[in-house]
């Protein structure tokens, strides 16, 4: 494989896995919940997504949970963005701040 040919399959599954993300994000801002939920899945679920966008998805799809007031799974999702090496440092400390205000409504319930 020539490197332009890696360099460009970096790209398109790159290409991909963002407009999976970008659909994710306008059906989260039209309430499509469910659309949204399944957009940020198949980012996350996808072998070659790239882990910065795969963590900005687990982030999403935890925030959308929330909205849904499943907070286990919204828990779970925002513990992979910490699991995530790559993920951007400010993504992980928004992670960080939500699994503790997850916590708190926790046991305060």
Known sequence: MSLSTWFSG???QRGKAAALYQSGMKKAHA???????????AVVDNSESPPDLKAMALFNRA?????QKK???ANIDLEGVL?????PTNLKDAARQRIERLRKRASDA
């Open 10 to 12: 970096l790209f398109s």
């Open 31 to 41: 309430q499509d919940l469910a659309g949204a939920i399944a957009d940020y899945t």
């Open 63 to 67: 925030l959308v949970y929330s909205l």
């Open 71 to 73: 907070s286990d799974e």
């Open 83 to 87: 699991a995530i090496p790559q993920a």
